[in-house]
């Protein structure tokens, strides 16, 4: 795999179409779920792992499922990792394991890991598959991380569960308080998404017109 490859999958799965921020996509878990960091780290994780499996699986079979029962063995590959994870947690994490509670065998129909088989294993090599799996499941993690802080911190006081003050708003700990920390973490990761989206194209138009100011050729040098 050549270097500009790897960057296009990573900078896909962490930041053009991250999952939650971009997408849009697992609204359910992330508003559910992201009550405390510890949480959100464990949902991701998950997700993760199961988005890495299924997605090299789906690539090694993708020349053996026939098209028209695809949808239903990607469901049934998905649902062998659920069952996986499901069973680790419950034996090894026990107290993650009750947290995630329902949302985490509906991780079989989750909109994110049912996309990727469709849109890019079924299609791809095992290692661009599971390249994919890893930065769009990083991508997940990481939202979902960044939701759990802030709304643990303002709702709870505390960071993973250590107590950090006795100041609380009960509100971020709520469903409408989900709704408003997950609203802006969307505007502002867009907003810089697109600043330095419009920055770029600026470079690339100055660049080819060969207008780029000096300081700037020097980088680009």
Known sequence: MNTQKFRK???????????TFRLVLGTCPTLALTTSAFNGVGMGLAVTFILICSNVLISLLRKVIPNSVRIPAFVLIIA??????????EK???????????????IVVNCIILGRAESFASKNDVLSSALDGLF???????????????????????????ALWDFKIAFFTSQAGAFFVYGIFIALFNAVYSYFERKQH??????EFDVLPASEKVKEG
Request: proline residues 4%; charged residues 10%.
């Open 9 to 19: 999958i990573a900078s896909d799965g962490l930041l053009t179409n991250n999952p």
């Open 80 to 89: 062998t990792f659920v069952t996986i994870v499901r069973m680790v947690m």
């Open 92 to 106: 090894f994490i026990p107290d993650l394991y009750s947290s995630l509670g329902v949302f985490l065998p509906l």
């Open 202 to 207: 600026r470079k690339t138009f100055l660049a």
């Open 136 to 162: 769009t499941g990083l991508g997940f993690t990481v939202a979902l991380t960044l939701m759990g802080t802030v709304r643990e911190i303002l709702g709870s006081g505390s960071f993973f569960g250590l």
